[in-house]
């Protein structure tokens, strides 16, 4: 009975073992974040405004300092299940946050004015000693409430602020799911329900898709009930050859 006691003891003491370090290995890979831990820290600009940012795991958000306080807010906006991914961006001359794509308008605390199912996510913030920057915790939460839609502004595309990529940094959407190590990258392509499934081609352009990348997560009526496919630079998440998160954006709006 002893012998028999021991053994179970040194297998639940493996299994625990084993469970943290494949924790641990997540959050090495940039696929987790630790419970209560922090996704970096990140620079508050020094006037009132947004900045574009990269938290710690290669999540795209945007730092806003306004009156009342300073925001960290996911960039990508809540959407209904299935619908391909985007990234908002900040209207200066509102200071509103908008989803070009799929219609969504935020206040510039990530409340909702109108166009989605709920306000962006923001991420809990605490200050440095040196007052200039913030650390950014894990546990991000939708912003509760809404806003009137009578708030709804404009946006001057010529002083929009979104992520883009730099010259050279975007890939080929085969190459990136092939070649790259899992996690964030720059993809150029073109978004379409192909045969299924949803695909980001690697010609931009053509009507073809000889080469590419399945995209999980996408339901490919609904993509292919939209007005016409998504083309350009995208943010996605890679791994195992496919394109585990996928968000669009729109760089035309520059000068529209």
């Keep these: 009975m002893r012998d028999l006691r021991r053994w179970i003891l040194i297998g639940l003491a493996v299994a625990v073992v084993s469970v943290a370090a494949i924790g641990y290995g997540l959050i090495a890979s940039d696929i987790a974040t ?59 001359s509102s200071e509103q946050f908008v989803d070009w794509v799929h219609g969504g308008w935020y206040l510039a605390d990530g409340t909702l004015i109108a166009g989605a199912p709920s306000g962006l996510i923001a991420y809990p913030v605490s200050r ?38 730099d010259p050279g940094e975007a890939f080929d959407p085969s190459v990136a799911a092939d070649e790259e190590p899992p996690g964030w990258i720059w993809i150029e392509g073109r978004l379409e ?15 073809d898709c000889e080469t590419g990348a399945v995209v999980h997560g996408i339901d490919p009526a609904k993509l292919a009930a939209m007005p016409e496919p998504l083309s350009g630079y995208f943010l996605g998440r890679v791994g195992d050859g496919v394109i585990d998160e996928l968000h669009h954006v729109p760089l035309s709006v520059r000068g529209s």
């Design 34 to 92: 630790p419970v209560g831990g922090t996704l970096g820290t990140i620079e508050v600009p020094a006037e009132p405004g947004a900045a574009a940012v990269f938290l710690a795991d290669g999540r795209p958000a945007f730092v806003v300092r306004t009156d009342d306080g300073v925001h960290v807010l996911d960039a990508r906006p809540p959407l209904e299940t299935g619908l391909p991914g985007a990234m908002v961006t900040w209207c200066p």
């Design 128 to 165: 440095t000693d040196d007052e200039q920057r913030m650390v950014v915790g894990s546990a991000g939460n939708p912003t509760p409430g809404s806003a009137d839609a009578s708030t709804l502004g404009g946006c001057d595309g010529d002083e929009a602020v979104m992520h883009e990529p």
């Design 193 to 207: 329900a192909i045969g299924g499934q949803a695909l980001l081609c690697d010609d931009v352009d053509a009507t």
